[in-house]
């Protein structure tokens, strides 16, 4: 007889090696052909909304380690939340108007943008962004993310571009839009005023000058021929220059310098002087800053004033505490301008080219401009001082290029009337990290008021109308057409028609009494754009609602979606469009680098599924600290592998030791399980737990930690350890079999649906193995529920305890094999002397302590301080190791003294031919 036959071995199909890239598709597949999405809600419709509301990439080149992240960790919420009592929706959605798509098809497609018309530009930009739409799409697909792919929100479609109109024409309605001669943020690259969120800062290097300005009307505060100095970054500004702001309450000071007289404030003459080189200098006299009121200099350039005006913006930080003033070219000096009535002088144009009101350097570009004008200040005698310095800088977030502040008309979003709501808003919403609250809070705080206009082609139009009196038309009539007239035909339709054909039949106005009307050119913000889905989409779908509960995108977005999505939800409903807002940092590579191509140090997703599939990807989402930033290489994805090796091998033996039971028939109660077994299901209980905990409160990294350590402390190294010598050596119905199968078959369905949603592949090709369910997914399960065990913390105490001294045993079998005294732990026969605490827990014990312990030979040898010199020493107990007596059982590898006393099977145990006589000899 072969007695390998005699044994009952794991039996299973479900294979040791992933093949993820290759099986990961069949999978998918078959989620197709399930419609797995829309039997989700079906099976959940009658559950609470719980409703991720996705923010949208843009719809532009492939998908990199950000968006993965980014929608990996939303599925983990999705599918737990669609398992764990709640209907949980998934709409993703793409936002595709803006500057890039414009960019990709003047520079990469050849377009000819000037040679036809905005409608026809417009239209090829759709296209580009459909195509996008769908090389994204499957990309995301092949991540296992499960959503509404087939219907997803695209901020280009006609319904989402009507809840846009709607969305602005209630906010003019509560007079919150308004168009305005204000500097903004101005792209030059771009052609564009930028919004804030469309900023980025780098170093530049900038030229730093100390101009004069000669006192022409010192009122009665100078003396005369005193000259007031200004310190400016930006010499281009210098023609725009219309004026001198000082603090009122700082102190300032006449210094005279050989035959020369400066006013400098106070606190900054002594930097200023040695700046300038003075060598020596006399303060004539002192004076506030209120006293400098209405004072004017000489334009060092142009036969003009400067007027001398009090700024509450002034500060002693840098500089000489007189501050240039532009009211083109900053917002501080637009509003102190205003104050005093100054003209909004703005010499530069669109492209960021001089105009002619900068009489001199007309035609040069802003930034070429620094330096004729520097030199025009140095002939003029009013330049004191040249150097360079590199500082923090603005930046267009689309092209990497320098911004200017720029006067124009433009349309703006008053976000200081409802600021107020706003931070009430942001108070009310739960945020994760903590820190999120405050850092949006101080952004909605100190932010001005929102430019919501840009000069381009590509996106919605403001639906704005105007009179022949140049009045701007924005009523309810106009609005609700303008809306319906998109919902029906897209908002091309404003580009392919008249004005007077775009308005209600018989529309009147009284500023137009020809009938003549003309329509706005500009079109929105694209942040304007994706801060609308709230209205147009979760109040536009039947199928969700707002607002969300959850917000979730990279650090990034506070200044972008959290924010315009906040000012728009808070403008028309009065409240957040979020409960809750989480948000995660950025990729980085193994090094802690920001990725790029010129470094080389890019990992792209794509090539990670092919070469070792979405799960591994989706595995190591989980293994990171997503709230900060995270690191991703070749050698930390192979060692999320590892783990993942680990995790399926566990699945596997689980799998293979239940080909022959059946939960009706061989199932044990909780009662009948020996206490090592029910002290599993408690260690399995608390990982329920412990992993739900962490779902709920999005602590991934807890529950890829706690199923990892599962499997390999609580099973591997301890229970599936010990378990062999009974799943293959005992007959089939042996009840101890019986037992730990039972514990097998409750791990097996618990973990599968606990990683179900992080491992979503491996989770359905586990439950397609598993005889004893039906349904067609894990998807469609729920989530395994903590169950209330009799005496499970009394239980578990006394195996905790066990378990250190089992800890124990294992290393002095260690130490025992490094002396070569041992080989493999069975060959092994162990003599514990247990103190009295020690040795009542052995005896408290009914298992198998042999068996546990994995050696051939157990004793209780006496007490403590019995024990012989050569025995090692831990906490309660000392061992001796010694070589086992007899010899070794061919089936079941125990070295035992019974070995050959039955004549039938001289080869076995006593154990084991007792067992091949009852079960397999005919």
């Not at 412990?690 to 706690?706: P, Q, T």
Request: net charge negative.
């Amino acid at each position: 007889m072969d007695y390998k036959d005699t044994l009952l071995m794991p039996k299973t199909e479900f294979p040791m090696r992933g093949n993820l890239p290759n099986r990961e598709p069949q999978v998918q597949e078959k989620w197709n052909d399930l419609d797995i999405y829309q039997k989700v809600q079906e099976r959940t419709s009658n559950r609470p909304f719980f409703i991720l509301h996705d923010g949208p990439p843009y719809a532009n080149g492939d998908i990199h380690m950000g968006h993965a992240m980014n929608k990996v960790l939303k599925d983990f919420i999705v599918r737990y939340k669609s398992m764990n009592g709640f209907h949980a929706p998934y709409v993703p959605g793409w936002d595709t108007h803006g500057l890039p798509i414009e960019t990709a098809l003047t520079k990469n497609k050849k377009v000819k943008r000037k040679e036809m018309s905005v409608a026809e530009f417009r239209r090829l930009c759709e296209e580009y962004a459909w195509e996008q739409i769908d090389n994204q799409r499957e990309q995301f697909k092949r991540l296992g993310v499960r959503g509404d792919w087939e219907n997803p929100y695209v901020t280009l479609k006609p319904e989402y571009e009507a809840q846009q109109i709607k969305v602005f024409g209630e906010m003019a309605r509560k007079g919150y839009i308004y168009k305005g001669l204000k500097p903004v943020y101005w792209s030059p690259s771009s052609e564009s005023a930028l919004a804030e969120a469309e900023i980025e800062y780098y170093d530049k290097k900038s030229p730093s000058i100390y101009v004069a300005f000669s006192v022409s009307d010192g009122r009665d505060a100078l003396n005369g021929g005193e000259k007031i100095i200004i310190w400016t970054t930006t010499p281009w500004t210098i023609p725009a220059n219309l004026g001198i702001s000082v603090h009122p309450d700082l102190e300032y000071s006449v210094a005279k310098v050989n035959e020369d007289k400066f006013i400098v404030a106070s606190a900054l003459l002594k930097e200023a002087a040695e700046t300038l080189g003075w060598e020596s200098y006399e303060v004539e006299k002192t004076l506030k800053g209120s006293q400098l009121e209405n004072v004017k200099a000489k334009h060092p350039l142009y036969d003009r004033e400067s007027l001398v005006m009090l700024g509450e913006h002034v500060t002693t930080d840098a500089g000489t505490g007189c501050v240039h003033t532009a009211p083109g070219h900053g917002e501080d000096d637009f509003i102190v301008g205003q104050k005093y009535g100054l003209d909004v002088l703005c010499p530069v144009d669109e492209k960021g080219v001089m105009t002619r009101e900068a009489a001199g350097f007309e035609g040069l570009f802003y930034d070429e401009a620094n330096k004729p004008i520097t030199e025009a200040l140095q002939q003029a005698g009013a330049l004191l001082k040249l150097t360079f310095i590199t500082h923090s800088y603005p930046h267009d977030w689309r092209t990497k290029k320098p911004t200017i502040f720029r006067a124009t008309a433009q349309w703006f979003a008053s976000i200081k009337d409802f600021r107020e709501d706003l931070l009430q808003a942001v108070k009310d919403t739960k945020w994760v990290p903590a820190w999120g609250e405050t850092r949006l809070f101080n952004m909605v705080r100190d932010r001005g008021d929102w430019c919501i206009s840009r000069q381009r082609a590509w996106g919605v139009p403001i639906p704005v109308f105007y009179a022949e009196s140049g009045e701007p038309i924005i009523t309810d009539e106009t609005i609700d057409h303008v809306s319906a007239l998109f919902r029906e035909n897209g908002s091309n339709i404003w580009f392919e028609k008249e004005a007077k054909d775009l308005l209600p039949e018989g529309f009147t106005h009284e500023g137009s009494p020809n009938g003549r009307f003309t329509k706005e050119q500009d079109i929105m913000d694209v942040w304007f754009d994706s801060g609308s889905s709230h209205q147009a989409v979760l109040e536009e779908r039947d199928d969700l609602v707002r607002p969300a509960d959850l917000y979730l995108e990279g650090s990034d977005q506070y200044r972008g979606w959290f924010n315009s999505s906040l000012s728009t939800g808070v403008a028309v409903t009065g409240k957040a469009p979020y409960k809750g807002v989480l948000s995660h940092g950025f990729a980085l590579d193994g090094q802690g680098r920001k990725m790029s191509k010129s470094l080389g140090n890019v990992v792209i997703p794509a090539k990670v599924i092919n070469q070792l599939g979405a799960d591994i990807l989706r595995l190591w989402v989980a293994s990171v600290d997503y709230q900060s930033d995270v690191r991703v290489s070749d050698a930390i994805l192979k060692q999320v592998a590892e783990v993942y090796r680990k995790i399926r091998n566990t699945f596997r033996f689980l799998l293979g030791n239940l080909a022959d039971f059946t939960v009706e028939k061989d199932a044990l109660s909780f009662e009948e399980l020996r206490e090592v077994d029910r002290y599993m299901l408690v260690k399995l209980n608390n990982l329920t737990e412990k992993v739900k905990r962490s779902y709920d409160s999005y602590e991934f990294a807890g529950i890829y930690h706690a199923v990892h350590n599962f499997c390999t402390i609580e099973l591997s190294s301890f229970y599936l350890d010990f378990a062999k010598d009974v799943l293959y050596i005992e007959a089939a119905d042996n009840k101890e079999r019986r037992a730990i199968q039972t514990v097998l078959h409750e791990t097996l369905m618990t973990l599968v649906k606990l990683v179900a949603p992080i491992l979503p592949h491996t989770a359905d090709e586990v439950w397609t193995h598993i005889s004893s369910v039906e349904g067609e997914s894990v998807q469609l399960t729920d989530m395994p529920e903590a169950v209330k065990y009799s005496d499970a913390e009394k239980l578990e105490e006394k195996w905790d305890s066990f378990m250190e001294l089992r800890d124990n045993v294992l290393k002095a079998l260690e130490v025992a094999r490094n002396e070569k005294l041992i080989g493999k732990s069975l060959t092994a026969s162990i003599s514990l002397y247990p103190d009295a605490h020690t040795k009542a827990l052995l005896e408290s014990v009914e298992e198998n302590l042999q068996q546990i312990f994995i050696v051939s030979g157990f004793e209780i040898a006496g007490g403590i301080e019995e024990a012989p010199e050569s025995a090692q020493a831990f906490d309660g107990v000392k061992i001796v190791i010694q070589t086992a007596e007899g010899d070794t059982c061919d089936r079941c590898w125990t070295v035992t003294t019974d070995v050959g006393t039955d004549e039938a099977h001289p080869a076995l145990c006593g154990r084991c031919a007792s067992i091949v006589t009852e079960h397999y000899t005919a």
